[in-house]
């Protein structure tokens, strides 16, 4: 019942979204600024402002994938695992054009050129002081939610927020879908966005957090550790391990008795083994670098906790 409450939220959000696009051929300013907090994957090119433009062709993305989502939610089969890669990334080298091969001034001309809206071309933050950490982020709806709450969980805890990331839904958000785009290279071949490559070469930075999604390689990520380390070789990169998925089963259980703490380690230890793969490779490239975001581990204890509180209803809900 818990399951398919949470799905009518997302439902009814998203009708809200699409019914407001329908009702208004020009919204107010305002109403922009609502639909891009609820939805920041329909900020297509990723400059912090939404357009109508924008708006209009994220509720018809919306509209044609709902059959398909539909269709995957009853099938059980949940976001796409298997989808094709540009053989670019076998390649040594990235094409002669990619924005990365650039000099800092000519990187932000091409942001200044492409940015929409009051948007600056470079963001930056002054020195950080004491606790505080200047930070730089890609990732996906999973993480796009941290990104809202940590500032203001830095406030609380007397910390200045000092971040800035570039986000989508799904695969959009990935470490590789946001280098090709930023670049302009491979399904993004010469239009590039290098929202983050502008602010990363021209201002002072601390660390940068990624969020995986599937079949991440090494590569993925040592593109933009490698940029990040030549304009600050002493940043340091944060990725979360994943979470626990349903595929992991094979097949899904006819009950959700079937879940026990014991089922949710077994999840979770072969999650951290398959983030490990990635992981390994670029702890062992970049020696003190690499850091990890528990969020299997973090998933795993929520899972439990939430297994518990059924089981035991008011008993175990204070944790």
Not at 247 to 256: H, M, W
Not at 257 to 274: H, I, P, Q, S, Y
Request: aromatic share 10%.
């Amino acid at each position: 019942m818990k399951t398919l409450t949470r799905l009518l939220i997302v439902l009814i959000a998203s009708s809200v979204f699409i019914l407001d696009c329908q009702a208004q051929s020009s919204p107010t300013k305002k109403q922009l600024e609502i639909w891009l907090n609820r939805f920041p994957a329909a900020d297509s090119n990723g400059d912090g402002e939404l357009t109508s433009k924008e708006a209009n062709a994220f509720r018809t993305k919306m509209l044609a994938g709902r059959g398909n989502q539909a269709q995957q939610r009853s099938s059980g089969k949940g976001a796409p695992r298997e989808f094709k890669v540009d053989p670019g990334w076998d390649l040594p080298r990235f094409p002669d054009h990619t924005v990365s091969h650039l000099s800092s001034e000519e990187i932000k001309a091409i942001y200044a050129k492409v940015k929409s809206g009051n948007q600056p071309v470079v963001v930056s933050y002054p020195e950080p002081q004491g606790r505080n950490l200047r930070i730089v982020g890609t990732g996906h709806s999973f993480m796009a939610p941290g990104y809202r709450t940590m500032p203001q969980i830095c406030k609380a805890a007397g910390i200045e927020p000092m971040l800035y990331t570039h986000t989508g839904g799904g695969m959009t958000g990935s470490a590789r879908y946001k280098w090709e785009q930023e670049n302009g290279i491979f399904q993004f071949d010469g239009a590039p966005v290098p929202k983050l490559l502008a602010s990363i070469a021209n201002a002072n930075w601390d660390a940068m957090m990624f969020g995986p999604y599937f079949n991440d390689k090494p590569e993925y990520y040592a593109c933009w550790i490698d940029f990040c380390l030549q304009h600050h070789p002493d940043m340091k990169f944060y990725l979360s391990d994943a979470w626990p998925q349903l595929y992991q089963l094979g097949e899904n259980p006819k009950s959700e008795a079937f879940f026990t703490e014991e089922v949710f380690d077994r999840l979770g230890t072969e999650r951290r083994a398959m983030s490990n793969v990635t992981l390994d490779v670029l702890r062992k490239a970049y020696p003190g670098k690499i850091f990890v975001l528990p969020t299997s581990d973090a998933m795993v204890l929520a899972a439990k906790v939430f297994c518990e509180v059924n089981c035991q209803g008011s008993k175990a809900s204070t944790k």
